[in-house]
């Protein structure tokens, strides 16, 4: 008896790494807004990242996890949602949270170590970064749950890195999905490094996708630098989960062009012909070949581009570094409901040593 093999995980893809096609593209791809809108968002956001690396080596920010070679992915993940729905992020997904509303300077206000940079309403239903690897993946969960109670046509999305498929959180937040029918979409950024440790001893499944398999979700790896594939398994999962289908996983092929943090230096286990290697395959320079090769798009276009991207990110650096400290009073005043009379004294002794003393 021959066992069935039931983890082959289909895998998308449209565009090759020159921007060239590889097969029939889609209708929708006859918009040249959407296109041209995709690109504008990936090299809008690969500025500010740029900038923000800026402020960081310059002392003028905190530590800051790069999204760069992985725009395409949050790009066209967030252009795809409704404004009602909900994103549950993770650290790399800068373009989304542009798309989504948020201004660049609230980005840097919470890499700057401010959590107004989290709160303001620009962030409507969305969730605010995450951090602690995996976790947002059970958020998501009860998020969808959420939803599927108050019968809203809603989707969750929640987005995290290959690192996090290898923590409980998301074998718990899948089962969750697969169990209960739930309204999600599981994208993973599978950018091939989690830290120092490198995709091929992460996990010993074949796909990161296959995970979802266990759980009875449709599962599906896609080429995470080809917006064009990446439009279509992500439009057919959100629309799956709209329409009372369930979840779906994504594993989105990437690169880590980048440190892992401003705190990282990756040229100490990572080699430089595997770095090189892959940004021959990054998804700005393959969208822009694109939109070359269909008259889309012209050097006049790119410079004026390029000069909207700076002005939109320079002034977006004044205002955050132009924005007033939060007071003392805020480390103690978002803590507790209600404050427990031990923490009032210390806050009434800050804010005296604040304000020179007086009381």
Same mark, same amino acid.
């Given at each position: 008896?021959?066992?069935?093999?039931?983890?082959?995980?289909?895998?998308?893809?449209?565009?090759?790494?020159?921007?060239?096609?590889?097969?029939?593209?889609?209708?929708?791809?006859?918009?040249?807004?959407?296109?041209?809108?995709?690109?504008?968002?990936?090299?809008?956001?690969?500025?500010?990242?740029?900038?923000?690396?800026?402020?960081?080596?310059?002392?003028?920010?905190?530590?800051?996890?790069?999204?760069?070679?992985?725009?395409?992915?949050?790009?066209?993940?967030?252009?795809?949602?409704?404004?009602?729905?909900?994103?549950?992020?993770?650290?790399?997904?800068?373009?989304?949270?542009?798309?989504?509303?948020?201004?660049?300077?609230?980005?840097?206000?919470?890499?700057?170590?401010?959590?107004?940079?989290?709160?303001?309403?620009?962030?409507?239903?969305?969730?605010?970064?995450?951090?602690?690897?995996?976790?947002?993946?059970?958020?998501?969960?009860?998020?969808?749950?959420?939803?599927?109670?108050?019968?809203?046509?809603?989707?969750?999305?929640?987005?995290?890195?290959?690192?996090?498929?290898?923590?409980?959180?998301?074998?718990?937040?899948?089962?969750?999905?697969?169990?209960?029918?739930?309204?999600?979409?599981?994208?993973?950024?599978?950018?091939?490094?989690?830290?120092?440790?490198?995709?091929?001893?992460?996990?010993?499944?074949?796909?990161?996708?296959?995970?979802?398999?266990?759980?009875?979700?449709?599962?599906?790896?896609?080429?995470? /630098?080809?917006?064009?594939? *990446?439009?279509?398994?992500?439009? $057919? +999962? =959100?629309?799956? #989960?709209?329409? %009372? @289908?369930?979840?779906?996983?994504?594993?989105?092929?990437?690169?880590?062009?980048?440190?892992?943090?401003?705190?990282?230096?990756?040229?100490?286990?990572?080699?430089?012909?595997?770095?090189?290697?892959?940004?021959?395959?990054?998804?700005?320079?393959?969208?822009?070949?694109?939109?070359?090769?269909?008259?889309?798009?012209?050097?006049?276009?790119?410079?004026?581009?390029?000069?909207?991207?700076?002005?939109?990110?320079?002034?977006?650096?004044?205002?955050?570094?132009?924005?007033?400290?939060?007071?003392?009073?805020?480390?103690?005043?978002?803590?507790?409901? /209600?404050?427990?009379?031990? *923490?009032?004294?210390?806050?009434? $002794? +800050? =804010?005296?040593? #604040?304000?020179? %003393? @007086?009381?």
């Amino acid at each position: 008896m021959k066992a069935k093999d039931s983890c082959q995980i289909p895998f998308y893809q449209y565009l090759d790494e020159e921007g060239e096609v590889l097969q029939r593209l889609p209708e929708w791809t006859e918009d040249k807004d959407t296109l041209i809108n995709y690109y504008r968002s990936m090299v809008i956001a690969r500025a500010g990242d740029a900038k923000a690396i800026a402020l960081q080596r310059t002392g003028q920010m905190g530590t800051y996890p790069s999204c760069l070679g992985q725009e395409a992915i949050s790009t066209v993940s967030c252009s795809l949602m409704e404004k009602k729905d909900v994103l549950i992020p993770y650290y790399r997904d800068l373009p989304g949270l542009m798309i989504r509303g948020v201004p660049l300077s609230d980005v840097m206000l919470y890499w700057g170590g401010d959590e107004r940079g989290s709160s303001s309403p620009a962030w409507g239903h969305d969730f605010p970064n995450c951090v602690p690897i995996a976790t947002q993946a059970g958020h998501a969960a009860g998020v969808a749950t959420a939803i599927k109670i108050r019968h809203e046509p809603q989707v969750a999305v929640v987005s995290l890195g290959d690192g996090a498929t290898s923590k409980g959180d998301f074998t718990e937040a899948l089962n969750l999905a697969g169990t209960w029918q739930l309204p999600m979409v599981f994208i993973i950024n599978n950018n091939q490094w989690a830290i120092s440790v490198p995709r091929k001893i992460q996990s010993g499944a074949p796909t990161l996708a296959q995970k979802g398999i266990s759980a009875g979700l449709p599962s599906v790896q896609v080429d995470g /630098n080809d917006v064009v594939a *990446l439009h279509e398994v992500i439009s $057919e +999962a =959100m629309q799956r #989960a709209r329409n %009372g @289908k369930g979840a779906t996983v994504i594993e989105a092929i990437s690169y880590r062009l980048s440190d892992h943090t401003t705190a990282d230096d990756a040229s100490r286990y990572r080699n430089s012909e595997e770095l090189q290697d892959a940004w021959n395959k990054e998804p700005v320079k393959r969208l822009r070949n694109f939109l070359y090769h269909r008259g889309l798009w012209n050097e006049q276009k790119e410079q004026q581009l390029k000069k909207e991207a700076a002005a939109l990110v320079e002034k977006e650096v004044k205002t955050y570094l132009e924005t007033p400290l939060p007071p003392i009073s805020d480390l103690f005043d978002h803590t507790y409901a /209600n404050m427990p009379p031990q *923490l009032e004294k210390q806050k009434q $002794e +800050a =804010m005296a040593k #604040a304000n020179g %003393g @007086k009381h």
